[in-house]
């Protein structure tokens, strides 16, 4: 019997495989799954811009349930939830004043009201069984861009997206996210948290402030009194102020200015 070796490498006569130098048919390697595609996101249109220079968002804080505020200087608006309430421990409570720093006095929502010793300036508290709604905040949309986003920087401007429920340490402070960065982010950062657990702000060990707006839908957050400030803006769960003195920080509510990438949805 005379054996032939082929020779020749080419495509062969059954679609999609080859031969190759022995003569041997060899499939060609399996290729990756496609990975997801991305497209570009945005915030609910309710985190709206209050001022017309585009700087503060229209809420400094919107929450889904309760919120026990201690921020001396709220610099916009609030959404709550359910109850409103403060978390200053010293009688008579210091006066928070809300909305302090807008252009167009936009009205803050709760359901209902711990005591007086909330001041909105020229704007006011609107007391609804539906404040989230009469506030036109739609929370489930916070919810599915906690769920969709993903981490970028364009332009400067950078989303961080964690799963703390994956961490040890759930207190964060600003080079946790912005190494060697300054309190004054000025909308530059982003940080949106996927998971269920409590996060807790709190200044850097050198006494920098709490830059980045925070988006943690399925989380309480925790605003350490020591923190200073947070320059950007909170959705939470739930919110409540921490420490010895929890009036002392400020809110400034200060807008992320970015663009955002999301998984590209069905």
Known sequence: VTQVKVTFCGSGAITGLNICGN????APAPSAPAGPEYEQ????????KASPQG??????????????????????AIAIGTSLSHGGNTWPRPSLSISSNTQNDDNSFAKSVSDNSFNFGSAQLELSGNPLGAAGVDFSKYEVLAQTAVSSSINGYNVIVVNQDLATDRYYDLYDFVPQGQGEDNGK?????????TVTLKKTADGRQFGPSVIAPFARVRLHNKVGFIDGFIVAKN????????????????AFKGDLQCIKQA
């Open 41 to 48: 996101c945005f915030l609910p249109a309710d985190m709206g």
């Open 55 to 76: 700087e503060f968002a229209k809420y400094s804080l919107i929450t889904k349930t309760w919120a026990t505020i201690g921020a001396h200087n709220i610099y916009s």
């Open 23 to 26: 003569g041997d048919l060899v």
């Open 189 to 197: 950062t982003l940080v949106i948290f996927q998971g269920t657990l």
């Open 239 to 254: 919110f409540k102020a921490l420490g010895s003195d929890p009036s002392a920080p400020q809110m400034h509510g200060n």
